[in-house]
């Protein structure tokens, strides 16, 4: 979460002026606690001063020390007292005439009142802080006012609004000479940015505060702006960068040496090192916060700890203890009203997964009253989804469906389409349920378009990625519902529209990685219909079949260049556990057990492998009993599978197979062709080998390098062994074919950063490594790559999106055709199949069948028949690329017609001469 403080520091404004020694003595003693971070026993202070004041009727006194405890408590998040302590420091500031005062206690009151849910009255409160403060020329005060307008703005998604308002505080208190106020709202300045998608803005703004800070000797203020860039990267899933984010504004922040505000970003890094893996580092820095804020007396900052550690549990799948951290939060403690309904939100999320829906009900119920006098209503919409979720869950349909009406259309009024999409999906389950499809259809629709409006802003592709896992329960349910409830009367546009769903939601990520981070229009898209499909994109000897895996139900269109069929299939759940127990027999020879090798009798994995077969495949034997190659389009865990192992069960004649992302991007591919290769069969392809060699289970080293210069035309081996400096990305462009013999890395947690090790060390060096965003960045000339690395063809599975990662970065670049690995692969198997692999294609066989006889033979050979050894790699894109890979002949192959000419000549030559001697005899 970002940390939103835009109205200033605690200690960045002097108390009322009077002169009562008795005022400075007790501020001294005030000021003395709260500098060393005892937060309760400086507040108790306060309130004997103010016990004090009001026995001896020193309003002065009683004025200081309310605005003073309203103040504290508002930094700390214990706003619930602050309230009244304010409204005790503005009746007197009111009673008194005392103009400064009062200013400052409408600054304070209004951010109590805000942190309290309480929107309108903080909203009509800063308005009077403006207008008074013009009044008697307080610019200061104007300026904090325009960056309370400003963060209400916010709250409210007037973004643009937002974003002038704290642009002209700015200026103000920049003309003022009070940088801490200018720091403070271009540190609000970046949170808005970020709101608007501008990332590389907001990072700039935040970066630049940070940096200004620093130089005007502020550590609090850039702790500030550091523990925001933290947040940031944490929301777009780059925790490894938010880590060191965080950890500078832990650093920082601790060298003001003002309060324990340094543990927002304490908490960050906990939560940071969970998302990394790193759970015991993780769980002791948050045990260690507990314990030090309980033996400092600074409960304020209890709440905020429990929740992050909370997440940290639930990113461990430890729900049990995520459900009593999140129960003690939101049972009697002291907390923000957002940070309680923020912790009511995860808790009855926590139980759902916990299958105990009933139960998250039950305490939602018991908090109702609460949460419908809540004023703010992005929390409203928060405690409605909550409801309406567990409510579906418990099948109370009619009942989840009025809290999700509410929830969709407060959210829409207020622009937050992210809930709109959860709301609009879940009343689509409802509405089914309840027996009106029609309405669920509608639901699914509106849903869609807003996924759609989502993913047309300027957003960059990590938070694209983010918004990408939110449609899995979108997509296969609207499919269904076009196909037996949908408006049109003929069974074929049903599935026309079907079919549409699966293009336009497949892939998407993929698209917009290809164009780049700006805008894409809502129509961007483009979609393929059966009839182009079949008469156009597919070929007469294809079979296309393309998979929407959903939560309740999946689906799978068979289309053939004259049939079309769709198949109802298990849900998710249903697929994963399946494929789940397949490829853990398949991966067993990779364990090594002792000095052995664990091994699953072939019997055992043909069993698994042909019964899964005929639950996907079977209803569509008929139509692949005489195909001679498959396109498969596959979704969620289908992308784990080795199609080809099942597809042998399924006819004698086993298909060529290829994996496209989605149907569209198949048309386009073959739609826009590019240039005729640079390379004819005499000439051979301008081809690049990137990697070092390959130990064989004898000890030997064998390169494909060597290989591939010794037996085919135009290769290049510039990058082997490892450059000197970092290799550039841009060195991949120029070449025909590239082909990595070398390890990669595949980081399923940031799909874009999993790499290509360019070296010949391990694949724990990555010293000369490229990324897959960089490549994804490139415009290659490429036909073909091959990545012959370890799970090349793996990476992150986004719900309805399909894989991020190595393979998808060269599809992203403009590789029509990659060929890739589904998991870690054995050296010496890949070896063998790679030679055959290129022997059939310089023999004029397409990529995917010059991959399936590199693995029939490699399954021949008994040593390595085993699945693990060759069913692993597969095609990604167009399967049906032929290259003119110009083979090298050999220095016998050259001079052997030389070698004929010379026999004959010496053979004729004998032979006229023995004939003349037998003449002259």
């Not at 103000?172 to 949170?191: C, I, K, Q, Y």
């Not at 697929?575 to 052995?596: F, M, Q, V, Y």
Request: aromatic share 6%; proline share 3%; hydrophobic share 45%.
């Amino acid at each position: 979460m970002l940390l939103v403080l835009a109205v200033g520091m605690i200690g960045a404004n002097a108390p009322a002026a009077a002169s009562s020694r008795t005022i400075a003595a007790s501020s001294a003693t005030i000021d003395s606690l709260w500098q060393a971070g005892a937060t309760d026993a400086a507040l108790s202070a306060v309130r004997s001063a103010a016990a004090t004041a009001r026995a001896a009727g020193d309003s002065l006194l009683l004025l200081d020390m309310s605005l003073r405890q309203g103040r504290m408590q508002t930094a700390i998040g214990r706003s619930v007292p602050a309230v009244p302590a304010l409204e005790t420091a503005r009746e007197l500031a009111l009673a008194l005439g005392d103009t400064m005062s009062l200013l400052r206690v409408r600054r304070w009151y209004a951010v109590a009142l805000w942190q309290v849910g309480r929107e309108p009255a903080a909203a009509a409160e800063v308005a009077l802080l403006l207008q008074e403060s013009r009044r008697y020329g307080d610019t200061e005060h104007e300026a904090w006012a325009l960056g309370g307008l400003a963060y209400g703005d916010w709250q409210e998604l007037k973004l643009e609004s937002a974003r002038q308002r704290y642009t002209t505080a700015a200026a103000l208190h920049r003309a003022n000479g009070t940088p801490g106020g200018e720091l403070f709202m271009l540190n609000g300045l970046g949170m808005v940015l970020v709101n608007l998608g501008e990332f590389e803005e907001a990072v700039d703004v935040l970066a630049r505060v940070s940096a200004l800070a620093q130089e005007a000797g502020r550590p609090y203020i850039a702790g500030l702006s550091e523990n925001n860039l933290g947040a940031l990267h944490l929301d777009l899933g780059d925790a490894d960068r938010a880590l060191v984010r965080f950890r500078r504004a832990e650093e920082l922040m601790k060298a003001d040496r003002s309060e324990l505000e340094w543990i927002y970003p304490a908490k960050g890094i906990a939560v940071a090192e969970a998302r990394l893996g790193h759970f015991e580092s993780s769980v002791r820095r948050c045990e260690d916060l507990l314990d030090l804020i309980r033996a400092r007396g600074s409960t304020g900052f209890e709440a905020d700890i429990m929740f992050s550690f909370a997440e940290v549990r639930i990113i461990q799948g430890r729900l049990g203890l995520a459900e009593s951290l999140l129960s003690q939060i939101t049972d009697g403690m002291e907390v923000e009203t957002a940070d309680r309904m923020e912790s009511l939100y995860l808790l009855s999320r926590v139980l759902i997964r916990q299958d105990r829906a009933a139960e998250a009900v039950e305490i939602l119920r018991t908090h109702e009253t609460w949460a419908r006098q809540v004023e703010e209503k992005r929390l409203q919409v928060m405690y409605a989804l909550a409801l309406g979720d567990a409510l579906v869950q418990t099948s109370a349909w009619s009942e989840a469906r009025t809290a999700l009406g509410r929830a969709d259309a407060t959210s829409r009024e207020l622009g937050l389409n992210r809930e709109r999409l959860e709301a609009l999906a879940l009343m689509a389950e409802a509405d089914e349920r309840l027996g009106v499809p029609r309405a669920a259809l509608a639901d699914l629709e509106e849903a869609a378009q807003v996924w759609r409006e989502l993913r047309t802003l300027p957003r960059e592709w990590q938070w694209r990625e983010q918004l990408g896992a939110t449609t899995h329960s979108i997509s296969t349910s609207l499919a269904r519902l076009y196909l037996d409830h949908g408006p049109e009367p003929e069974d074929r546009r049903r599935q026309d529209k079907a079919l549409a769903v699966s293009q336009f939601f497949k892939a998407r990520t993929l698209q917009e990685r290809m164009r780049g981070p700006g805008p894409m229009a809502a129509d961007s898209v483009a979609t393929v219909d059966l009839d182009y499909l079949q008469t156009t994109v597919l070929h007469d000897d294809e079979i296309l079949l393309d998979f929407l895996v959903g939560r309740h139900e999946s689906i799978m269109f068979a289309v053939t260049s004259t049939e079309s069929r769709v198949v109802n299939l298990p849900s998710a759940s249903g697929l994963d556990d399946r494929i789940d127990r397949l490829l853990e027999l398949i991966l067993i020879p990779s364990r090594p057990s002792g000095n052995a090798m664990l091994s699953v009798p072939e019997s055992v994995i043909e069993a698994g492998a042909r019964a899964l077969a005929g639950e996907l495949l079977g209803p569509v034997a008929d139509l692949l009993s005489d195909r001679s190659s498959v396109i498969f389009v596959p979704d969620g865990s289908l992308h784990r599978l080795p199609l080809p192992l099942l597809l042998r069960f399924m006819s004698n004649n086993t298909p060529d197979v290829c994996r496209v992302p989605s149907v569209s991007i198949l048309a386009a591919q073959r739609l826009h062709r590019r240039s005729p290769h640079t390379g004819t069969p005499d000439t051979g392809l301008r081809s690049l080998v990137v990697g070092g060699g390959r130990r064989t289970r004898g000890g030997a080293e064998f390169s494909e390098a060597a290989l591939l210069e010794r037996e085919y035309l135009g290769v290049s081996t510039e990058l082997l062994r490892g450059a000197e400096g970092e290799p550039a990305a841009s060195e991949l462009i120029g070449y025909d074919l590239l082909h990595f013999a070398t390890h990669a890395t595949v980081n399923t947690e940031y799909p874009w950063r999993s790499a290509i090790n360019l070296s010949r060390a391990m694949m724990d060096s990555m010293d000369h490594a490229i990324e897959a965003r960089q490549v994804a960045a490139l415009d290659l000339n490429a036909r073909l790559a091959v990545l012959a690395g370890c799970e090349s063809a793996s990476g992150r599975v986004l719900d309805a999106e399909g894989v991020l990662g190595l393979g998808s970065a060269f599809l992203a670049a403009g590789t029509p055709t990659v060929v890739a690995a589904l998991w870690p692969v054995d050296d010496m198997a890949t070896a063998r199949l790679m030679v055959t692999f290129y022997d059939r294609l310089a023999a004029g066989h397409t990529v995917s069948a010059a991959l399936r006889q590199a693995q029939q033979a490699v399954a021949a050979r008994d040593r390595t028949s085993h699945p693990f050894f060759w069913s692993g790699f597969v095609v990604l894109g167009e399967g049906s690329m032929v290259l003119p890979l110009g083979r090298r002949t050999s220095l016998l192959t050259r001079i052997a017609p030389i070698i004929v000419l010379v026999s004959i000549a010496v053979i004729g030559f004998w032979f006229v001469r023995r004939a003349a001697i037998r003449r002259h005899l």
